[in-house]
């Protein structure tokens, strides 16, 4: 963003604290400013058809840890009936009879496409936001309005090209309205994969046949109660005074009230902020009785945690381990323990994680419990570079940050947990993975071959 525009923003910023939400004399700062979302079209389902043609114009969902929940469907399972969220079991029978394809959650491989997905973004807007895996904001600071559309067009191209994901890019004067924007172009393929809501007569059009509950910012919660005051459309929303809305919705209703009214009060972040707590955690296909099984997770779960933390050169000083019961099984007894542990010095290290994990499970474990979900959560987080440490530490910390360096490189550089400790333990045998592709663009023994 330029120096201007950062003058702009902070003018807004000045108006929204201190005058009400009285943007009369700031309007014309706003329609300098245009915002871009590019969003990846059944992300999940995209990353399996890259590598497995063959499901192109099939219908195919992808399921959730342990097989559980339908998390992403293609066009075609959507034209089904098949919802986001169904359970499997209540599905399998006509997923059977309609032959769609099922694929087990492959994270590291959405993960991977995701990274370049963003890549290519970053090619054509410096000044992107990540939202989520599969969503980023874009800037779109001194391009041309009249140019806009045909921007889109061409970056949705671009990244089709580049990384074999269909994406839709929506414009427009705010970050939800660009949300909206984004929406549209998976409504209406005439639009070309971008869609520019630019007038203030297209972007009235477009208000009044959008269900409020689809707006970004609007929960469940809030829709019912909207439902229940007869507000159907965001265009109805939009025509609520701003007093009505500040008392039913508090500040977050005002902001996203604001924004279909074309003023952007949502703030852009260049950075990607770094996690404040950091939480890995299963449900398993089965119950497990025994500690030896308990630690085999736990372990994984903390070397998998501590990892997380060195990637966003951070430290933990608190961590929480908690093992879970099957709440589902009322003919079995019920459990649920989350023990702390608190780190004089703060750490990113992988031995001294997975260590505090192991004992404080070996207290909060109980025998003759079938758990069924496990997990380490890490908080207290701060950056790594400014570290107080204890007075009587008796750990080498330069020998245990020599050592994770090496570990992480070698296992970017050959695959994920090629060096990982011995009392690390692995979670496959305890979860359903039935239909699970190869890691195809992260692990050597998975690359594509190609037969000529």
Same mark, same amino acid.
């Given at each position: 963003?330029?120096?201007?525009?950062?003058?702009?923003?902070?003018?807004?910023?000045?108006?929204?604290?201190?005058?009400?939400?009285?943007?009369?004399?700031? @309007?014309?700062?706003?329609?300098?400013?245009?915002?871009?979302?590019?969003?990846?079209?059944?992300?999940?389902?995209? %990353?399996?058809?890259?590598?497995?043609?063959?499901?192109?114009?099939?219908?195919?969902?992808?399921?959730?840890?342990?097989?559980?929940?339908?998390?992403?469907?293609?066009?075609?399972?959507?034209?089904?009936?098949?919802?986001?969220?169904?359970?499997?079991?209540?599905?399998?029978?006509?997923?059977?009879?309609?032959?769609?394809?099922?694929?087990?959650?492959?994270?590291?491989?959405?993960?991977?496409?995701? !990274?370049?997905?963003?890549?290519?973004?970053?090619?054509?807007?410096?000044?992107?936001?990540?939202?989520?895996?599969?969503?980023?904001?874009?800037?779109?600071?001194?391009?041309?309005?009249?140019?806009?559309?045909?921007?889109?067009?061409?970056?949705?191209? @671009?990244?089709?090209?580049?990384?074999?994901?269909?994406?839709?890019?929506?414009?427009?004067?705010?970050?939800?309205?660009?949300?909206?924007?984004?929406?549209?172009?998976?409504?209406?393929?005439?639009?070309?994969?971008?869609?520019?809501? !630019?007038?203030?007569?297209?972007?009235?059009?477009?208000?009044?046949?959008?269900?409020?509950?689809?707006?970004?910012?609007?929960?469940?919660?809030?829709?019912?109660?909207?439902?229940? %005051?007869?507000?159907?459309?965001?265009?109805?929303? #939009?025509?609520?005074?701003?007093?009505?809305?500040?008392?039913?919705?508090?500040? @977050?209703?005002?902001?996203?009230?604001?924004?279909?009214?074309?003023?952007? %009060?949502?703030?852009?972040?260049?950075?990607? #902020?770094?996690?404040?707590?950091?939480?890995?955690?299963?449900?398993?296909?089965?119950?497990?009785?025994?500690?030896?099984?308990?630690?085999?997770?736990?372990?994984?779960?903390?070397?998998?945690?501590?990892?997380?933390?060195?990637?966003?050169?951070?430290?933990?000083?608190?961590?929480?381990?908690?093992?879970?019961?099957?709440?589902?099984?009322?003919?079995?007894?019920?459990?649920?323990? %989350?023990?702390?542990?608190?780190?004089?010095?703060?750490?990113?290290?992988?031995?001294?994680?997975?260590?505090?994990?192991?004992?404080?499970?070996?207290?909060?474990?109980?025998?003759?419990?079938?758990?069924?979900?496990?997990?380490?959560?890490?908080?207290?987080?701060?950056?790594?570079?400014?570290?107080?440490?204890?007075?009587?530490?008796?750990?080498?910390?330069?020998?245990?940050?020599?050592?994770?360096?090496?570990?992480?490189?070698?296992?970017?550089?050959?695959?994920?947990?090629?060096?990982?400790?011995?009392?690390?333990?692995?979670?496959?045998?305890?979860?359903?993975?039935?239909?699970?592709?190869? !890691?195809? @663009?992260?692990?050597?023994?998975?690359?594509?071959?190609?037969?000529?």
């Amino acid at each position: 963003m330029t120096k201007r525009n950062n003058l702009y923003l902070s003018h807004f910023t000045f108006h929204f604290h201190l005058s009400s939400f009285n943007f009369h004399l700031s @309007t014309f700062i706003f329609q300098l400013l245009m915002f871009g979302l590019c969003d990846c079209n059944n992300f999940f389902v995209s %990353c399996e058809r890259v590598f497995n043609p063959t499901l192109d114009g099939m219908p195919v969902v992808v399921l959730s840890n342990n097989d559980g929940c339908v998390v992403s469907r293609s066009n075609e399972a959507k034209a089904l009936g098949i919802k986001m969220g169904q359970p499997l079991y209540q599905v399998r029978d006509f997923i059977k009879k309609h032959n769609v394809k099922v694929c087990s959650s492959n994270y590291r491989l959405y993960g991977d496409m995701s !990274q370049r997905v963003m890549a290519t973004l970053r090619q054509f807007s410096p000044a992107i936001e990540i939202y989520s895996i599969d969503e980023a904001f874009l800037l779109l600071d001194g391009y041309p309005t009249e140019k806009l559309k045909y921007f889109g067009e061409e970056l949705a191209r @671009t990244v089709k090209r580049n990384t074999g994901i269909p994406v839709s890019i929506g414009i427009s004067h705010t970050k939800t309205l660009a949300k909206i924007a984004s929406k549209l172009c998976k409504r209406y393929p005439k639009l070309n994969n971008a869609c520019l809501m !630019q007038r203030d007569e297209d972007i009235a059009k477009v208000l009044g046949n959008f269900a409020i509950g689809d707006v970004w910012g609007i929960g469940r919660k809030h829709n019912r109660m909207l439902g229940e %005051c007869r507000i159907a459309t965001a265009a109805d929303f #939009a025509a609520l005074s701003e007093k009505w809305v500040q008392n039913r919705m508090g500040i @977050t209703g005002v902001r996203t009230w604001l924004e279909l009214h074309g003023k952007p %009060c949502i703030e852009f972040s260049h950075e990607e #902020a770094d996690r404040q707590s950091i939480m890995v955690s299963r449900s398993f296909s089965k119950e497990l009785y025994s500690i030896q099984e308990l630690h085999e997770t736990i372990t994984t779960f903390a070397g998998i945690a501590a990892e997380k933390l060195r990637k966003q050169n951070s430290v933990a000083q608190e961590m929480q381990v908690f093992i879970i019961t099957n709440r589902h099984r009322d003919d079995q007894p019920q459990h649920y323990e %989350c023990g702390q542990v608190h780190f004089e010095t703060p750490t990113d290290s992988t031995l001294e994680i997975v260590k505090a994990a192991t004992e404080e499970l070996k207290r909060i474990y109980r025998r003759g419990y079938g758990y069924k979900k496990s997990g380490v959560r890490l908080s207290h987080i701060t950056p790594s570079n400014a570290v107080q440490g204890a007075l009587f530490d008796t750990i080498d910390r330069p020998k245990h940050k020599k050592l994770m360096e090496a570990i992480d490189r070698i296992n970017s550089g050959i695959g994920h947990d090629s060096v990982k400790l011995v009392s690390q333990g692995s979670i496959t045998g305890h979860t359903n993975r039935e239909h699970l592709s190869p !890691q195809y @663009t992260t692990d050597w023994d998975d690359i594509i071959v190609v037969k000529v």
